[in-house]
């Protein structure tokens, strides 16, 4: 299939995916989305960075950034949620990514691809990481999430999209990037958030002692090293110099 080809069928399955996702208010933020944005968003200072956000949707994130002192941009494909972003003021560039990398070569310090990645084929994903290593300065810091395709547990979030086209994990991504100057700073699941104190964050509390004890039985029983979350954040930072490869960071796995 040509790239013109899917740029067409992604185009028509993107739209109405803001009323499919329910998406009713854009470039806001609740106290939820604050706590799990500084979880996540913990030892990468974004105060007075460059940062961008691929597909940031309904920009929920981009508005954090911004009030933490972050100068933001972004990039996206549904069209509302432009029309949105520059009701909000917020700097939009790009949607096809080797121009995209061409205008901005080493321009940010961090650069997130949250809930991005797993909408694209193999060959896609690997012009896109390609494209954020050159848009990063070094020491640059690139965030991904996605649904864990190492796990059962991810299935549901990886299905639960007709868009999604490709399951993904930490070795697939360090497999994509050999040779690059990616190196994998932290691989882990999605921060869980708490809440205020009451019965909410109790439930909560017990769910997650629920998974870690699963994940660390499962971890024992098939003799391997992997987050058994449904979905997962990867960090990786800009070296100086080309990694050896996924060696460099390899944990064990299954």
């Known amino acids: 299939m040509s790239p013109g080809k899917t740029k067409e069928n992604q185009n028509y399955l993107y739209v109405g995916y803001e009323h499919w996702k329910g ?46 002192g972050a100068l933001v941009a972004g990039v996206e494909i549904n069209n509302r949620s432009v029309e949105e972003a520059h009701r909000a003021n917020i700097e939009i ?11 901005h070569a080493e321009q940010f310090d961090v650069i997130a691809a949250f809930d991005v990645l797993e909408h694209l084929e193999i060959d896609e994903i690997t012009q896109y990481m390609r494209a954020m290593e050159k848009m990063l300065r070094h020491g640059g810091i690139l965030i991904l999430r996605f649904p864990n395709g190492q796990s059962p547990f991810g299935l549901a979030p990886q ?23 990616f190196a994998s700073v932290r691989y882990e699941g999605s921060y869980r958030v708490r809440g205020p104190w009451g019965l909410k964050r109790l439930a909560r509390a017990a769910r997650s002692l629920a998974q870690n004890m699963i994940g660390a039985t499962l971890n024992l029983v098939y003799a391997c090293d992997i987050p058994w979350d449904s979905v997962v954040v990867m960090v990786m930072r800009k070296e100086h110099a080309a990694s050896g490869g996924p060696a460099d960071t390899m944990v064990p796995r299954c």
Request: net charge negative; charged share 25%.
């Open 159 to 181: 299905h639960g999209d007709v868009t999604h086209k490709t399951a993904l994990s930490k070795s697939r991504i360090e497999q994509i990037c050999q040779g690059s100057m």
């Open 23 to 68: 998406w009713s208010s854009y470039f806001d933020f609740n106290a939820e989305d604050n706590e799990y944005f500084s979880g996540e968003m913990r030892n990468i200072p974004i105060l007075g960075k460059r940062l961008l956000e691929i597909g940031f949707g309904r920009g929920e994130f981009l508005a954090w950034a911004k009030t933490q």
């Open 93 to 103: 560039l790009d949607l096809d990514i080797e121009t995209l990398a061409a205008d």
